[in-house]
């Protein structure tokens, strides 16, 4: 896309809501990078009014097939609404035939009694915790050779696992992790994406009753990555769950972290941190499905762009089903505009069916880093280097810290600053 | 002691209409203790004066020169001006997102002394600052300007000007949309500078009452891009009672 940075945000809530506290709406609906070439042009047309702006309508997100079979996902045209973003030419095919290639190699360090194994499709922790929401998952769900699972025990505490998923292949591959978190565990699990791919994912993460598991998804992929990957949370009864997604790298990364709600009386964190240079294509799409009662969920995403045709694109999809009373919930997407010529879309979507719940928010923000900011920090004799990054640091610093791990939390302010210092001009 | 020399000072800006110029031979002459109040119609230029000295790229300087002790202003960039002791208390300050104003006071503080300050001695500082301004604690968290009152803006302003200790330090209407106790709060402020740290005074207003409370040496009064007269503090009452009329026929 052409187009100078959008700063925008939108929202559809389905309801008729009563005032509901804690409940905010603003914004508006975003036009799709894949149009249609329909002469009809119905969606160009539809594509500021309020309200969904995709040629497949759909009802609910809740609605949205799911299926281990590949052919119960048609063909992808890149008009179906939650494809409207994303630049099929550039996913390397992945949504059009089954990845063959190998998977990139995955090298485990564990500690606290976590454990790592490969195991077939047909154990039984496959299937556990996830089913394909798109073709993308469908193909390379049926093309996965293997599982990678990751087990926290029953009873461990600060059990810690990082697997470090090196690609080195321009093949299409397919990839399959479990991550289980037995009773009353605790751990986190990190995942750590570097060098190149092109790669389908599943991840299912299955948090058991009790357990507080945090998984946190690093793309600090080279440039020319190409990474999809679904990373769906089943969540039991009491247990918490957090999710941390970093993508600093690749050329086009499309995340699809889920979190759904299992047993009562959970909880789930979903943060994220996203920072996109010139050309890169950097989406995620959240869903949290509150479909038990009592459970609590927060989101936050926060990302900065800068570059020529940097596109960051955030969805954020909250369901609270009738019968999830006592919900408390508040997601919000903030992006910062460090240059012209990018575009960040950013589009919450809160769904609720019930108006007995503690809260349901969300927010959406784009700022631009503009020169008048510039102008105020160096007038207090802060040089502009500095000036520029204590503004990018300071607002990526609030994702940075949920990741509560000092060393990686290092790691990440660094590549931070490399990214600052890769296109300073 | 310092000294902060404007001479014939002309400047420019571009529009859409072309080269505009706003500013047409400004000559004051500023020592560190003083206070200079300019005071004139919207539009004159005094904001234009102010960004110009604190180096705002919109404005172009197309001859003349502006000197601190000596040295050249113009040829310093943004950050240096304000290393080298200059300070602007902003009309308009701006939001700046994702800076919280803790960050932000000692980042700024390191930059001008070009150390950082002992910890424990600027967190007592800046508490203590705030208090005077009766700015609250948690104002500290927030991110810089955000969500800020006018009001509110302008005594963080104030509070920069406190721990920062510049030479000179041009205020541009701090006193609009202040409340009579912040107005007193902030002129307290600026009082405590001026004896404390010898600093020097730029004040640009629009009103006598601020007056009441900082008492200029000289009062300059700015028509159309120039100093149009200057006296001592009878001339703002002056200016009170008969308006700028006067100055706007000759001009
Ligand atoms: N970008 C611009 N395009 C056109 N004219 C401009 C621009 N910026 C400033 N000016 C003009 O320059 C002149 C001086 O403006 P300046 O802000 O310095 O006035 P001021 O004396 O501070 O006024 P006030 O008392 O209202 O604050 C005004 O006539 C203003 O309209
Ligand atoms: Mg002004």
Redesign the pocket.
């Known amino acids: 896309m052409s187009e100078t940075a959008t700063a925008m945000s939108g929202e559809k809530a389905r309801i008729g809501a009563p005032s509901i506290a804690g409940f905010t709406e603003e914004g508006e609906n975003l036009s799709p990078v894949n149009e249609t070439s329909s002469p009809i042009g119905g969606d160009a047309a539809k594509a500021h009014s309020h309200g969904p702006a995709a040629s497949v309508p759909q009802a609910s997100r809740g609605e949205r097939p799911t299926s281990y079979d590949v052919e119960d996902f048609p063909a992808l045209t890149g008009r179906e609404e939650d494809w409207r973003f994303t630049p099929l030419k550039r996913l390397g095919a992945l949504h059009k035939q089954a990845p063959t290639g190998a998977a990139p190699a995955v090298a485990a360090d564990l500690s606290g009694g976590a454990t790592v194994e490969t195991a077939g499709m047909d154990d039984a922790r496959v299937r556990s915790a996830g089913v394909p929401e798109d073709r993308v998952s469908a193909l390379a769900w049926n093309a996965a050779a293997e599982a990678t699972i990751v087990t926290v025990p029953a009873g461990a505490e600060g059990a810690a696992a990082t697997l470090t998923i090196k690609g080195d292949s321009a093949e299409a591959a397919a990839q399959h992790l479990v991550v289980v978190a037995e009773p009353n565990s605790s751990a986190v699990v990190v995942l750590d994406h570097v060098g190149s791919a092109v790669l389908s994912q599943n991840v299912e993460i299955d948090v058991q009753e009790g357990a507080r598991l945090t998984v946190i998804s690093l793309q600090e992929w080279e440039d020319t990555a190409i990474h999809a990957s679904s990373q769906q949370a089943r969540i039991a009864k009491d247990a918490y769950f957090r999710h941390v997604t970093v993508s600093f790298g690749g050329d086009l990364v499309r995340m699809t972290p889920s979190a759904r709600f299992a047993g009562p009386g959970a909880e789930a964190e979903m943060y994220g941190l996203y920072f996109a240079d010139a050309g890169q294509h950097l989406e995620h799409r959240l869903l949290v499905d509150h479909a038990q009662p009592n459970c609590k969920s927060d989101v936050l995403y926060k990302g900065a762009l800068q570059g020529e045709n940097a596109h960051t694109v955030w969805v954020g999809d909250v369901l609270i089903r009738k019968n999830a009373e006592g919900t408390d919930s508040y997601e919000a997407n903030r992006n910062l505009v460090l240059t012209d010529g990018t575009r960040s879309d950013s589009v919450p979507n809160l769904e609720i069916e019930t108006g007995q719940i503690e809260g349901a928010g969300h927010a959406s923000t784009t700022g631009r880093f503009n020169d008048e900011h510039l102008f105020y920090l160096m007038a207090r004799g802060i040089d502009e280097k500095t000036a520029r990054r204590l503004v990018v640091r300071g607002f990526l610093n609030e994702i940075l810290q949920k990741i509560e791990d000092p060393q990686l939390e290092e790691r990440l302010n660094e590549t931070v600053e490399s990214e600052l210092a890769a296109t300073e001009v | 002691m310092s000294t902060l020399e404007i001479k014939d000072l002309h400047v420019s800006?571009?529009?859409?209409?072309g080269t505009?110029e706003?500013l047409k031979g400004v000559t004051l002459t500023i020592k560190t203790g003083e206070t200079h109040a300019i005071m004139?119609?919207?539009?004159?230029?005094?904001?234009?004066?102010?960004?110009t000295i604190a180096g705002h790229p919109?404005y172009n300087v197309t001859s003349g020169s502006i000197l601190l002790d000596g040295e050249d202003v113009l040829e310093m960039g943004v950050d240096e001006r304000a290393r080298a002791g200059l300070f602007l208390a902003m009309?308009y300050p701006v939001e700046v997102p994702g800076v919280t104003m803790t960050n932000f006071l000692r980042t700024a503080k390191t930059a001008i002394d070009g150390e950082a300050p002992s910890l424990r001695h600027w967190t007592k500082d800046v508490k203590a600052a705030m208090e005077n301004l009766k700015i609250d604690a948690d104002f500290a968290n927030r991110n810089v300007n955000e969500g800020f009152s006018g009001g509110e803006k302008k005594r963080v302003e104030i509070l920069q000007m406190e721990l920062f200790k510049p030479k000179f330090a041009i205020l541009?209407?701090t006193d609009s949309g202040l409340d009579v106790d912040a107005l007193k709060v902030v002129s307290d402020g600026v009082n405590r500078a001026s004896e404390q740290n010898e600093m020097g005074t730029l004040l640009?207003t629009?009103y006598t009452r601020i007056l009441r409370y900082i008492k200029p040496d000289f009062v300059h009064v700015?028509v159309d891009?120039r100093v149009a007269e200057q006296g001592g503090p009878e001339l703002a009452d002056q200016l009170e009672e008969e308006g700028y009329d006067r100055f706007l026929v000759k001009a």
């Open positions: 800006i571009d529009t859409e209409q505009k706003i004139g119609p919207n539009g004159s230029g005094k904001s234009t004066l102010a960004s919109r009309q541009d209407e640009i629009h700015f891009g």
